[in-house]
């Protein structure tokens, strides 16, 4: 079962202060009143739909990281599943997006695989869906004609076609750089430049003793670069150009999925009509709009973002935010709910994971290990 300890709760208590508080600033300027009859209104029968599309996608996720991970273990689908749904779970209650650690701890407990290699499994997940949001962002903004001038108001937030644009141009820069780091540590020649100059650099401190630098080398950089060499391991899965082009149209698909299922549920609700094209833009704004510092849940965030990118397309703040509220509870429950039962059914402790990730880092200080590339190693 899971445990928490002290500062576990302490975190959670703080993440659920600062959800309040977003919510509030989201919903201050839509009457309560108003907002609950049109909630009374909404067909939810379309809510089924809708989350069996967004559950597929959760599916191609798990396929998708099965494929990832290939060059660290080969795991079966329970293998992916439980690490997986556990860390989603793990973001939905607890703040700081824990769960995208608590993932590779998982998975380190249960098939026994350096917290680091699987680490970098996660950060290659990460880059797949920034391309796709991207890709998606671009296609989407050229294909909707969207008012120049327009300038919404929300809660003391604006946001405008300049805005959006200014979204995607820094998450571009920020993959772009991202990637580039990835190169250096995925490549054998590059990333052996790179431990060299991380081995050099206490060198440059000559007002400390010679003893002192070594003792630098010895308990920092001997750690970093056993660390970078054990993450090389998750990239390298950018070395086999089918399994990445099959990771790639997986992505493409279950970001399609989740844009789809926006588009499904705005069918049962009233005032509410949206093309295909326009859910999807939804869709990404939420996802940016979330990558601000994270409360539990993404509570607040994800009401914000969907409310904007629905009055961007000219609905109603009251719709925007009813549509949006459902959205975002009757996804979000369903995550939380297979999270605890896949905790409960693999006997995660929320606080021993925390300490096999640490020994995990910690082991990396006393000398680099053989690392095997094979796939099934």
């Known amino acids: 079962m899971i445990s928490f300890n002290r500062k576990t709760w302490l975190s959670l208590g703080t993440g659920l202060v600062f959800s309040v508080l977003a919510l509030y600033f989201t919903f201050v300027n839509i009457p309560l009143g108003d907002l609950v009859d049109y909630l009374k209104k909404i067909n939810y029968w379309w809510i089924i739909p809708s989350l069996l599309i967004a559950i597929f996608s959760y599916i191609l996720r798990i396929w998708r990281w099965q494929i990832i991970l290939y060059p660290v273990k080969r795991s079966g689908f329970k293998s992916a599943f439980h690490p997986l749904v556990i860390g989603f779970m793990l973001n939905c209650i607890l703040p700081g997006r824990i769960g995208e650690i608590a993932r590779p701890v998982i998975y380190y407990k249960r098939e026994h695989v350096a917290f680091s290699k699987v680490l970098g499994t996660v950060g290659i997940e990460r880059i797949l869906d920034a391309l796709c949001l991207l890709g998606f962002f671009i296609y989407i903004m ?16 604006q946001i405008t076609p300049a ?8 998450t571009l820069k920020f993959s772009i750089v991202l990637v580039g780091l990835i190169i250096l540590v995925c490549f054998s020649r590059t990333r ?54 099959l990771c790639l149209a997986l992505s493409i698909v279950l970001w399609w999925l989740l844009g789809y299922s926006v588009y499904v549920l705005s069918l049962g609700c009233p005032g509410i009509h949206v093309s295909i094209l326009q859910a999807f833009a939804v869709e990404i704004i939420i996802c940016f709009a979330i990558m601000l510092p994270s409360v539990p849940g ?38 939380i709910l297979i999270g605890l039962v896949s905790a409960m059914i693999t006997g995660f402790d929320m606080v ?26």
């Open 163 to 170: 805005v959006l644009d200014m979204l995607w141009r820094v």
């Open 142 to 157: 050229a294909g909707i004609t969207i008012d120049p001038s327009i300038n919404i108001t929300f809660a003391g937030y």
């Open 192 to 245: 052996a430049l790179l431990n060299k100059t991380i081995m050099w650099l206490p060198d440059i401190l000559i007002f400390l003793k010679k003893s002192s630098r070594e003792k630098i080398r010895e308990r920092l950089c001997i750690k970093i670069t056993g660390f970078l060499d054990h993450l090389s391991v998750g990239f390298e899965i950018l070395k086999s150009p089918g399994y990445l082009i």
């Open 298 to 335: 993404y509570w607040g965030l994800w009401e914000a973002g969907g409310v904007f990118g629905l009055m961007v397309f000219g609905i109603p703040a009251k719709e925007a935010a009813g549509m949006t509220l459902a959205y975002h509870f009757f996804h979000l429950i369903p995550i």
């Open 352 to 377: 021993k994971a925390k300490k096999i990730g640490e020994e995990d880092l910690e082991t990396l200080g006393h000398g680099k290990e053989e690392i095997s590339c094979e796939r099934g190693s």
